[in-house]
T-cell receptor, first 117, second 112 residues
Framework: NAGVTQTPKFQVLKTGQSMTLQCAQD?????MSWYRQDPGMGLRLIHY???????DQGEVPNGYNVSRSTTEDFPLRLLSAAPSQTSVYFC????????????????FGPGTRLTVL | DAKTTQPPSMDCAEGRAANLPCNHS???????VYWYRQIHSQGPQYIIHGLKNNETNEMASLIITEDRKSSTLILPHATLRDTAVYYCIVRPRAGTASKLTFGTGTRLQVTL
């Protein structure tokens, strides 16, 4: 298994440009999420999804859109990039299944380093 | 989710045990204690989790106090590769698909 993959690894945008950060997992995980991490800070949740066709907002959703058309993919879209969105973006997934024995451990991708000028 | 308090940084000599404390005095009965770490520039990595009993795996041990208001992550023989930021997180029971809330963690520096 490749685990959680993210593309691109690095990206530079100009203010107002749009782009999509890709995230894919091959572990058949139901739960996927996007976090951003600013320098010296912990991770903050942007959006998450508990399954295909279902998404919800996290702590800092403004300026970002997501969709979940398949179990494997969870792209993050920036419609009009702003310098405040300069950050490292991490995608994560977990096998979320109800029940006492589920550990719900989250697996993180390697990150996308985004700079908005 | 309950909030956690961790020291901002700690040092540990290589080969010695690293004991990383975490306070979670507002933890509720259905919340687990999770530990993740983040090695420089990489995505966070799961270490261990527990509810009320002490836990051990190939990476670390987790000691939770009887009142569950605090816990300690123990790396029994720290190596240079254990240098990372360690995050203590409390969240509802496994399987509820709830999000992880990261604080600023403890930056562990392992030295020769």
């Amino acid at each position: 298994n490749a685990g959680v993959t993210q593309t691109p690894k690095f990206q530079v945008l100009k203010t107002g440009q749009s782009m999509t950060l890709q995230c894919a997992q091959d572990m058949n995980h139901e739960y996927m999420s996007w976090y951003r991490q600013d320098p010296g800070m912990g991770l903050r949740l942007i959006h998450y999804s508990v399954g295909a066709g279902i998404t919800d907002q996290g702590e800092v959703p403004n300026g970002y859109n997501v969709s979940r058309s398949t179990t494997e993919d969870f792209p993050l879209r920036l419609l009009s990039a702003a310098p405040s969105q300069t950050s490292v973006y991490f995608c994560a997934s977990s096998y979320s299944k109800g029940g006492r024995t589920s550990t719900d451990t989250q697996y993180f991708g390697p990150g996308t380093r985004l700079t908005v000028l | 989710d309950a909030k956690t308090t961790q020291p901002p940084s700690m040092d540990c000599a290589e080969g010695r045990a690293a004991n990383l404390p975490c306070n979670h005095s507002t933890i509720s009965g259905n919340e687990y204690v999770y530990w993740y770490r983040q090695i420089h520039s990489q995505g966070p990595q799961y270490i261990i989790h527990g509810l009320k009993n002490n836990e051990t795996n190939e990476m670390a041990s987790l000691i939770i106090t009887e009142d569950r208001k605090s816990s300690t992550l123990i790396l029994p023989h720290a190596t240079l590769r254990d240098t990372a930021v360690y995050y203590c997180i409390v969240r509802p029971r496994a399987g509820t698909a709830s999000k992880l809330t990261f604080g600023t963690g403890t930056r562990l520096q392992v030295t020769l």
